[in-house]
């Protein structure tokens, strides 16, 4: 068994890294033609991200709407959670299985669902729009972090803080907020990541005006190979994994992906 | 410990209701009331009731394209499952340490984008820097080839975006696992091969027949792969939907699709959740 465990786990780790080392090593390449092994070593490709035009500011297009969307799931977020769990009501608990619908259906329908409406309102185009698309779209992360947070709030604490003259204000600001924070901050950072790597919603929202990461890749890809891309998954899965990291650092996130404590 | 007035508490929640009741709520009634708009002669749409963009999709080319988007997600959920099953049953019995280390990088390679998940996959699968030069190497092909576009190439690459997935659906159930069943059937006698099928893979059957519904449901909605590593005949219904709504700006019938992809992934629940009593 132990043998057998052994062989399992080194061919497992081989099947999920193994690509992502591939991808590293062709990111290296000198010359624009892709091989594996890589030939010679350069770092141009990453350079390339910074200094040509149009990457740039698809990074930036991108970077803009990660943060923005993000912020704006956990400030939709916070009452909603904060309602059901303090006081029960049935409308914010209606509201809450609303928030986690569009994370589960196929993204393709939420994505045509926004495209419908913005075109009917004639709104159509402005980073705004995907901001808020993605917010509804991953609002169901904020929201479940954010409950979870506030679930390991010990009743009791609460209770002493009221019972020694502390206002509702008060016992939210200086008991409950500091243990939520670091679950909002998760739901956030969680928002952020899958913002930036994004697509669908992205394309149908304002594919034509304000090209994203994704969607530039994804144009790039069918005019054949570009080294630039190898690089950016290289950046991407960096940037996912220091995010993931940080909330690994400072919210417990085997607790946040279902473990019991 | 009721304080604030019921007032202040409903007022809390006027803009999140507003921004969840405009952008979610309204967008959906929409793909609906679409689906059944009437097409005018100027090629625009009215709303109105007609049937006509389900007609066009009861034919057989659009019911073979939702069969096999089916069968190929239900394998998929399957095969992910299968490798994912075993790693994730080791994990919860690693250390914490250990733990958090390996859910930080399922975590971030979960969230990397589909269209990177896809690049990746064009290289490995490419005749100059693919496996089909170690097929070469080993001595099992003369020279090396391209092995994509194919429904083999889909299929491996969906599996793989699946598998990241399929560990943390099933995490919770496996970590949260009664480990005195383990030692009990450990002690009566049982190795560790017989414990895993006998009592592990048994104690958890709900968790793993609602993962490989959610499976099913998310890898209906890849879009990228199937486009860059298939031909149009392995374009999955979440590829048409785009195609119709974004390159023939034919809105009417990409909602009708997608009221026909909403109608198959919720059926699935609900019949796999009314068939098993798993909660979904």
Redesign the interface.
Known sequence: ?ST??RI??AL?AI???G??I??TA?SFNEKR????PPKGFSLRWYAEIFVANDWFTSLMNSLTIALAAATLAV???F??A??AWR?G?R??RA?FA??I??F??????????????FT?VGINGLMVNVI??H??FL?ALPLVTISLGLESVDQSL??AS?TMGA??WV?FRTVILPIAAPFAFAGFAFCF??S?????IA??TV?FTVET??VK??NA?RYG?TPV??S??VV??LV??TV??LI?KFSN??RI????D | MQQGSGLTRTLALIPSSVMIGIFFLVPFVLIVLTSFSVEMDNGDYELGFSLAHFERFATWFYIERALFSAGLCALIAILSLLIAYPFTWFLTNFGPRTQTLWLIYILAQLSLSEVLIAFSWQILLSRTAGIANILVWVGLAEESFAMTPSAGAVLAALVYLAVPFSVLLLYPALSRLDKSLTEASRTLGASPLRTFFTVVIPVTRPAIISSGVTIFVLTLGAIIVPQVLGQPQHWTLSVLITDQAIFNFNMPFASALAVVLLVISGSVIFAVTKLTGAKA
């Open positions: 068994m057998l465990r399992y786990l497992f099947y999920l890294i690509p992502i591939v991808i062709v033609f892709l091989s594996f400030l939709i977020a009452p909603v904060y309602t006081f009501l409308y914010a509201l609303l928030g619908a569009p589960i259906l196929p993204p393709v329908i939420m994505a045509l669902g926004f495209l419908l409406l009917s808020i698309a917010a509804i609002l609460v209770e009221q206002s509702g016992v990541v899958l930036l790597n994004e697509y669908i394309l149908m594919g990461l994704p890749i994804f890809l190979y891309i190898a950016i998954a991407f899965m996912n994994i993931f990291s690994a996130l085997t992906l279902g473990a019991q």
